[in-house]
């Protein structure tokens, strides 16, 4: 991992669909040079994954999300890990950390609609062994997400042309 | 009734910027590579502070040199990040921008019939401020063949008993040049034989991409003898806050400040509280801005070698300076022609004085994605040449 890896990470994180040659000549490597190290980075997994930053919102098919905090009691030998690797198996899981404070793991669950976010927590989550109590946050609206704002900015007005 | 516009004023020269302003207005989907200016939003804590303060009623004058707090951490910000050492108490003016600082260090310095060196392609209002002054701007020419340096033989060869001082902007508006410690080293060596004065506008200082920047004063014996000028616009993308500053030797700065407190007083309160922000806490936002600026050169540099304008590639700021030569249009009928045939705003290097002539200046202070499609535009008009 060199200083170029990391600026390729720092291009990729906020726009993850240039090409190869569009980051090329940015970086002044080549297009292959390019490809090749991004190849590299995804095999050694520090490249997880694309996704696409959506405000669903607008997109209006009424995903609800919610946080739902947990204490869990760790195991001998194992800590918080085998039951945060259980919980990171269901589909509604979209990301899951452990945190300090009064809660031990924070979930963000979607689903289609309350119903479902409720069930699975009542069903799923909340009878687990060692899950000692369970925190449910509805997530009422999204003002920023991995860095973009959500909400309408209006563009500053800037002079055509100054010296 | 009489013609009351006084001479001087009649003699300055309108901008030439002008004519393409107005006809820019004009027209719609337009993208502009002509904004002298950061694209950037200023990093909202530095706006946050300034709020706060107003809320709190911090809405006076300051001390004719400007905010303490703001003097004392920019001391200590530019001995530490240049090694310039310039005093807070004695040796520093908060200016409102680098405007005011260029205006009243001319006129402290400058007495009628002074020939001011400039070397050029330069910032249009350098010359004008001489003028407004009584001296006589002389031009000393960057060529592209020095990457835009300043020549020491180009400065030697028009230095009269008449000059009296030399005005420098490095990383240049509007080449992108930049003059490391051992170009800096040989032109000192003619300023201090000729004991001339040097005027250095540093307000590109914190965006170059290859080399750290060399702050002028830290050079040779020059310190005693120059006037370094500065300001928060382009590093923190301030550019409306009008902040700046002169720093100077005591007698020097005296002079200067005896000039901004009868025509400015002060530079505006709110900006200066957020200047004090800006040093405090917004190294990473600018970090992260010159190196999207970086990225942008890189790409745009590449395009334009690739259409066929050949680029030198310039290290700091975050201008292009390609030439048009080969196209054989001159600098203003390229400029006009693109604007009109493919709604792409430049600048002609022409106005930007000697050396600037057969070039255009291209801003690529804008997104990577208007870059681009600018870059097709030019494309396109170049190939129905």
Known sequence: MDEKDLELLRILEENSRLSAEEIATMTSLTASDVAARVCALESAQVIKGYSTVINWEKAGNGEVSAIIELKVS?????????IAERLSRFRQVKTLRLMTGTYDLQLLVTGKN????????SEHVAPMDRIRETATHIIMKSYKENGNTLFEQKEPERLPISP | MRNFVSKRAEEIPPSGIRKFFDLVLTMEDVISLGVGEPDFRTPWNICESSIYSIEQGT???????????????LSRYLAQH????YSADYEMIITTGVSEGLDIAVRSIVDPGDEVLIAQPSYVSYSPCVTLAGGKPVPVRCTEKDHFKLNPDALAEKITGKSKALIINFPNNPTGGVMTESDLKAIADIVIDNDLLLISDEVYAELTYET????????????ERTITLNGFSKAYAMTGWRIGYLCAPQELLEAALKIHQYIMLCAPVMGQVGAVEALRSAEEEKNSMVNEYRLRRNMFIAGLNRIGLPCHVPEGAFYAFPSVKKTGLSDVEFAERLLKEQRVAVVPGSVFGAGGEDHLRCAYAVSRKDLNTALQ????FIKTL
């Open chain 2, 377 to 380: 535009r030019m494309d396109e």
């Open chain 1, 114 to 121: 309350m119903q479902e976010v409720s069930r699975f927590v």
């Open chain 2, 59 to 73: 809405t006076s004058y300051t001390s004719n040199k400007g905010l303490q707090t703001l003097r004392d951490a």
């Open chain 2, 212 to 223: 750290k920047h060399c702050a002028t004063a830290t050079v040779s014996d020059l310190w």
């Open chain 1, 74 to 82: 760790p195991e001998r030998d194992y800590g918080y890990d085998r």
């Open chain 2, 82 to 85: 240049y090694n310039l050492r």
